[in-house]
């Protein structure tokens, strides 16, 4: 029981920190909707240029899509405050504004070098496929990782005050009292491997076309992703440790009907 | 003065009075029947995606955290997933 409060505890440590963490994440949206190209001089023929602006115009929509998606999510995440919600969507919305100029700035141009170079920021600058989505993603798959954390803990120290329960009506609780330390342990880690994703990918920028840099931030938001899944994996396998512990209360609780009974 | 006289004037001194009282709250605020919570406790907070009550470890409120804990790993999948799918961002051909 003194574990699982423990575990509670940090829990709420650890729920206080995601949000400044995620700020970063809000500071790259808005930074990367500054960033120009260098221009080139090319040559395009006239049908080449309509087809250039048709698939910037693709892409664009594309990506205003993804990020009206992602700011919905944003604000079903329940483990940072209402301001930094607040925040992120405004500058989610900074992002779309951005785009809709672009859009119409691609549509408008006339020159074959600034359009192959608008239509090239669109993923260099931006990045929105590349960065900006999986990094608020990972956040909000991490935001719900402390709610589920949360809501074992809690769980948890119910399960342990049945345990205790039936110890004292004369159960044997090894079993169960083993598979209670286990759901602590893994919630623990859970919480930490969370933490760490966010820890790691919040803080990255657009790569504007820099090759390492891009190698670098793909790497990162990998390892990331290793950190969602080993929080899935540490899930999995608490949620086997209460199946276990509810048929091990459900067997200790028929075990002593029928003393009962056959007294 | 008569004595009937006396009788309203007391009667009307003693519901001026009653009225007074009763305007500055002193008699509403602790009814007959109510008891008062003198010890300033708060009561739970209400639970949150469809877990059971803080208090209740009875099997069907732990069937019932066990089942909001499911939904809850569904929606994580589906947010992991969501990663995945915008890892993968290639150049647009010119």
Known sequence: ?263 | MSKVFKWVIAVVVIVVLGLLVWRSGWLTSVKPGMQTNTQGTKAPAAPKNGMSASNDASDAALVQDSAAIDSQMQGYSTDSAAVDSGLGDKSIGQ
């Open chain 1, 1 to 263: 029981m003194k574990k699982n409060i423990l575990v509670a505890l940090s829990l709420l440590g650890f729920s206080v920190a995601l949000a400044p963490v995620l700020a970063s994440a809000a500071t790259a949206v808005t930074t990367s909707a500054n960033i120009t190209t260098p221009v080139a001089t090319v040559t395009m023929s006239a049908s080449a240029m309509a087809a250039a602006k048709a698939r910037g115009d693709k892409e664009l929509d594309r990506r205003i899509a993804a990020l009206t998606d992602v700011n919905a999510r944003i604000q079903t995440m329940q483990k940072v405050t209402d301001a930094f919600k607040q925040n992120l969507a405004t500058n989610i919305q900074t992002q779309i504004t951005g785009f809709a100029a672009l859009k119409s700035k691609i549509q408008a141009d006339t020159d074959a070098g600034v359009l192959k170079a608008d239509v090239t920021s669109i993923t260099q600058s931006y990045r929105v496929y590349a960065l900006i989505l999986p990094q608020v993603r990972i956040a909000a798959a991490a935001d719900r990782g402390v709610l589920i954390a949360e809501m074992m803990t809690t769980l948890g120290n119910k399960l342990a005050a049945r345990i205790q329960a039936a110890g004292k009506g004369g159960a044997d609780v090894t079993a169960m009292t083993a598979s209670l330390n286990d759901l602590g342990a893994k919630i623990s880690d859970a919480s930490t491997q969370a933490q760490a994703s966010v820890s790691t990918s919040a803080a990255l920028t657009p790569d504007r076309g820099d090759k390492t840099k891009m190698a670098s931030n793909t790497a990162t938001l990998a390892k990331a992703r290793a950190n969602l899944a080993a929080v899935e994996k540490d899930f999995l396998a608490a949620r086997k440790d209460i199946d276990s512990i509810m048929k091990g209360l459900k067997a200790a609780a028929s075990a002593t009907t029928n003393t009962t009974v056959s007294h």
